[in-house]
């Protein structure tokens, strides 16, 4: 019967627009998906919604920027297509590509019928660059997709600065150009993350296009509440000793600061352990789980001995 | 202009309610990148604040007892109180005078003097060492972490009142002046534009934190940069991927360019000013040195000695310098740059081993305090070297003043340029390859 896949097709697609009218929604929404997010994340979340504009979302390494985009795209119940990026992708991985094989085998095949005359083929492409034979990659996807989706564009600054402008297209005006096809329009306008760890500037005419979200490591009273979550035996001393350690490891001039990830992972360990306190030496636990390099390992575990160097001054200039 | 027009739209459906709603608003559209964002709080904070008039101690609020009410907001971080003790020290000791065209650094100045913020401070870090020995003794497991967990409240509620004195300084100048011409005189550089030379302890620890980044996204586009140059054809593989397309060889597959890696060395002048900015300069080279296929540096004042492991071993630049103080004299510290001398004992150690493939950066000043120039050996070494620069800290309009020797150097070098800040080194870098 037709009626029912309509029905199921309208309950697969709740009405998105007010769960995006303002922050305190978002922020709710968000927490149901299992994402903690403080007031100017979720502000900016509904702004980008609201206003149609991709969202770029900068930040240290593993401060939640791509799970903030899973959880919206579980918040929305929209599908989430990722695009993950990498030096050397083009734009027969990122946008589309022709399946050449099926289109060498389908002349091949029809070689022998009368009606094939390749002057035809050559003038209009007429029955060889249809879309058939299209392959769609992410972004084509997330465009021509029946129901709205996320797409995700993940470590857009791993790409290379001319691959980067066959996405403005895609970012401006929800089109992609196929020359054999013409210009494919958006069906419904996804909603856009791109997450960049910034060990490159992107380009002006990217970053105009989009929203900026600056995604720090968390406050102390959010990373507490992050850590109660994931772990929630763990004694509240403990956390909140954690929270300190890692908020002041963060203020040391490490090669790469513990990030909420490693946060979360200690804390499972301290709770697997059992361990009633945090203790701290160069080859305790606690700072190999946090740190991930010798040289910072040893630079934490100078900068946490006591009393007689409070703080690593500045050699005087004479 | 974009971002203005997305901003306006962003602000007529920001919602006001909302303590930061239009902060937010704001930000995402018009700032764009991470570095900014210090100083749009800054300037936002100039613009919308809600503005305070300039009162006295204000009636409805009993006087506070200054001393205690700063022990207790060290003690607890109470924000409500520190607010209201940063108002009422404003109003006493700041001495403000309307009209003034001031950033208020004075003012603040005084403020915090007369509070005695700095010694209170010591006191009661004093005071938390204390109470940690006392119940388990200072190696208790966790005992360390804690005094120092205890120890960075203290400096953070400290950093919290000097934050609400600023704030409350800043009110009421924008009260007196109105927001655009206190903002006039913030000009506050972004910390990669920091005149090096010039900086002060905190600037130069500043500097020192965006280093990193700096280093690994400079690292990052000059290992694109080369690896982007594709090789000459690569013929089997191109027939063997045009298998996939019937035996068209629709693809074409270069070979991996193999990159020449250029042999890099440095030169540094460690004398009085010069020397803080040569310590930055070749801590940031020195940790990119995967990039060059041999870095050898040195640093003179009056003899050249080769400082590669110092600079290898460490990433902060002010480690290195206390390390150099192990390799320079006593003697030399009070002495006068040599150049000449400098440039002889280099060409001598290394003069053999440029080619073409060689680069030679000099930082200094070129203040050779009247000795012997020396150049015909710069010139014999820019005839070896493929390419020599020299980087200068001083604007090019001083070049030639004094006993500096940049016109006898300059026409041997392949460029001359000015290095102050942060930017300008990364520039230079980028542009070398």
């Known amino acids: ?23 305190a929604s978002v922020k709710q929404g968000l927490a149901e998906a299992g994402y903690l997010a403080d007031d100017k994340i979720a502000g900016v979340v509904s702004l980008a919604a609201r206003l149609g504009k991709p969202l770029l979302v900068e930040g240290p390494a593993g401060t939640g920027k791509t799970q903030l985009a899973k959880s919206v795209a579980e918040m929305a119940a929209r599908p989430l297509i990722r695009l993950q ?48 034979f299209l392959l769609t990659r992410p972004m084509l996807e997330a465009i021509r997709s029946p129901r709205p989706a996320v797409l995700l564009v993940d470590e857009v600054d791993r790409v290379d600065a001319e691959t980067e402008a066959l996405f403005l297209e895609v970012l401006a005006e929800q089109q992609v150009s196929v020359p054999e096809l013409g210009r494919l ?36 009273e959010r990373e507490r509440e992050i850590v109660e979550q994931a772990v929630p035996g763990l004694a509240r001393t403990l956390v909140d000793r954690l929270v300190g350690l890692v908020d002041t490891l963060r203020r040391l001039n490490l090669r790469k600061p513990p990030s909420v990830s490693e946060t979360i992972d200690l804390a499972r360990t301290l709770y697997l352990l059992g361990a009633a306190e945090l203790d701290l030496t160069d080859s305790s636990l606690g700072l190999n789980v946090l740190l991930k390099y010798r040289e910072d390992i040893q630079v934490a575990g100078a900068a946490l001995a006591p009393a007689d160097r409070l703080h690593r001054d500045w050699p005087r200039r004479d | 202009m974009t971002e ?74 109470s924000d409500e109180l520190a607010r209201q003790a940063a108002e009422q020290g404003v109003a006493e000791f700041a001495r403000f005078e309307a009209g003034r065209p001031v950033a208020g650094v004075m003012y603040e100045r005084w403020t915090l003097a007369a509070l005695r913020l700095d010694e209170l401070v010591a006191q009661r870090l004093a005071e938390v ?8 003794g200072p190696d208790a497991p966790g005992q360390r972490l804690r005094l120092q967990l205890q120890r960075t409240e203290v400096t953070d509620r400290a950093a919290l009142l000097r934050g609400h004195v600023r704030k409350v300084i800043r009110e009421l100048l924008v009260a007196d002046r109105g927001p655009d011409a206190v903002a006039k005189t913030l000009r506050q550089p972004l910390t990669a534009d920091i005149d090096i030379s010039m900086a002060s302890r905190e600037q130069l620890l500043e500097i020192q934190r965006v280093m990193e980044p700096l280093r690994h996204k400079l690292a990052t586009t000059m290992m694109r940069k080369r690896r982007n140059r594709t090789g000459p054809v690569n013929v089997r593989a191109t027939l063997r ?18 990159p020449t890696k250029p042999q890099l060395y440095v030169l540094a002048d460690m004398s009085g000013s010069v020397a803080t900015f040569a310590a930055f300069s070749v801590t940031l080279i020195s940790a990119m040195s995967q990039l060059y296929s041999r870095l050898r540096s040195f640093v ?117 340029v000015t290095c102050r800040t942060l930017n300008d080194l990364r520039r230079f870098i980028e542009q070398i390859g």
Not at chain 1, 4 to 21: C, G, S, Y
Request: aromatic letters at 10%; a negative charge.
């Open chain 1, 85 to 132: 990026c990498y030096e050397g992708i083009d734009e027969s991985k990122a946008l589309y590509e022709w399946d050449y094989r099926k289109q060498l085998l389908w002349i091949q095949a029809a070689r022998g019928d009368e009606t094939f005359s390749a002057d035809a083929i050559v003038e209009n492409g007429k029955g060889i660059f249809d879309e058939r």
């Open chain 2, 129 to 136: 060492a204390a109470s940690g020995v006392g119940t388990a």
């Open chain 1, 185 to 220: 329009t958006a069906r419904h306008v996804p909603l856009v993350f791109l997450t960049s760890n910034a060990t490159r500037d992107l380009s002006e005419a990217l970053k105009r296009r989009c929203l900026f979200l600056y995604l720090d490591y968390p406050s102390p």
């Open chain 2, 241 to 258: 991927a045009s298998m996939a397309t019937g035996g068209v060889p629709a693809r074409v597959v270069h070979h991996r360019p193999r």
């Open chain 1, 1 to 23: 019967m037709a009626a029912e896949p309509l029905e199921t097709d309208q309950a697969a697609v709740p009405v998105t627009a007010e769960r995006f009218a303002d922050t």
């Open chain 2, 300 to 416: 003179f004042i009056q003899n050249a000695a080769e400082v590669t492991d110092v600079f290898r071993d460490t990433r902060d630049p002010a480690r290195a310098l206390t390390a150099i103080g192990a390799y320079v004299t006593a003697s030399e510290l009070g002495g006068y740059t040599d150049y000449g001398r400098a440039l002889r004992q280099f060409h001598g150690t290394v003069g053999r081993q440029l080619e073409r493939r060689s680069t030679v950066l000099i930082f200094g000043d070129a203040r050779g305090n009247y000795l012997p120039s020396e150049e015909a050996t710069l010139s014999e070494i820019a005839r070896r070297a493929g390419s020599v620069y020299w980087l200068n800290p001083e604007p090019g309009a001083r070049w030639d003043s004094g006993d500096s020797m940049m016109r006898a150097y300059q026409p041997h070098c392949t460029a001359a």
């Open chain 2, 4 to 77: 203005r027009v997305d901003a306006m739209r962003a602000v007529e459906i920001a919602e006001f309610d909302k303590a930061d709603g239009l902060r937010t608003a704001l930000c995402c559209t018009l700032v764009k990148s991470a570095e900014h964002l210090g100083v749009f709080n800054e300037v936002f904070d100039l613009y919308f604040r809600p503005q305070a008039a300039y009162r006295a101690v204000p009636e409805h609020k009993p006087a506070l007892n200054l001393e205690h009410a700063v022990r207790a907001v060290l003690r607890d971080g």
